[in-house]
């Protein structure tokens, strides 16, 4: 059965200072694994996607990488902007399974 | 605004009680999926349509939960006789295949069920 286990469960950073969110995943036959980010009362928004171990994405802060059996999600300098709750998710025929996420929280 | 609708946005409603839900997904998207999230939780799948076809059902969705979507445009879900532990947020979301990845999904902003 795929499955998706992202660690910790909830990071707190002071602004500035970097950090990484961890995704392990079990699939068979990876099609793709995402990186949403969700915010409070809100659906979650579409961040990256990687599909071949060693694959890498930048958007502004963040970085995804992606290995054989996990992904991070590196977060540099970040700023409190950057809070909210990062989940991961893999393609498992045609519909996401999602990990529990992991409730960032960046203080001033 | 063009993105994916959900109406409404809060429901509160009695154990017993009936209750349906709109998703209007972006315009040219093909797939339509319907994914449940409580608290604490990453979205559970729940069923999937492309166009007006109904292609996956989860396990999670008892014979309590229906969903529609008539014409291959807006789609509802319907939950039959609620429960209180059908108290979440209920989230559509939708793609367009082939095109974009299966898995970039546009999410709407989700309705939250209530279930006293």
């Not at chain 1, 060693?54 to 977060?75: N, P, V, Y």
């Not at chain 2, 996956?56 to 209180?84: H, V, W, Y």
């Amino acid at each position: 059965e795929d499955q998706v286990t992202q660690s910790p469960e909830a990071l707190r950073l002071q602004e500035g200072e970097s950090s990484s969110l961890n995704c392990s995943y079990t699939v068979s036959g990876l099609r793709g694994l995402f990186w949403y980010r969700q915010d409070p009362g809100k659906g979650p928004e579409f961040l990256f996607t990687l599909y071949s171990a060693g694959e890498e994405k930048e958007k502004e802060r963040l970085k995804a990488t992606l290995t054989k059996k996990e992904s991070f999600l590196h977060i540099t300098a970040p700023k409190p902007e950057d809070s909210a709750t990062y989940l991961c998710a893999v393609d498992s025929s045609y519909k996401l399974i999602f990990g529990s996420g992991t409730r960032l929280l960046v203080r001033p | 605004d063009t993105g994916v609708s959900q109406d409404p946005r809060h429901k509160i409603t009695k154990r017993g009680q009936n209750v349906t839900f709109r998703c209007d997904p972006i315009s040219e998207h093909n797939r339509l999926y319907w994914y449940r999230q409580t608290l604490g939780q990453g979205p559970e799948f729940l069923t999937y349509f492309q166009n007006e076809a109904q292609l996956e059902k989860s396990r999670l969705l008892s014979d309590r939960f229906s969903a529609e979507r008539p014409k291959g445009s807006f789609s509802t879900l319907e939950i039959q006789r609620t429960e209180q532990g059908d108290s979440a947020m209920y989230l559509c979301a939708s793609s367009f295949v082939p095109g974009l990845t299966p898995g970039e999904q546009f999410f709407g902003p989700g309705t939250r069920l209530t279930v006293l």
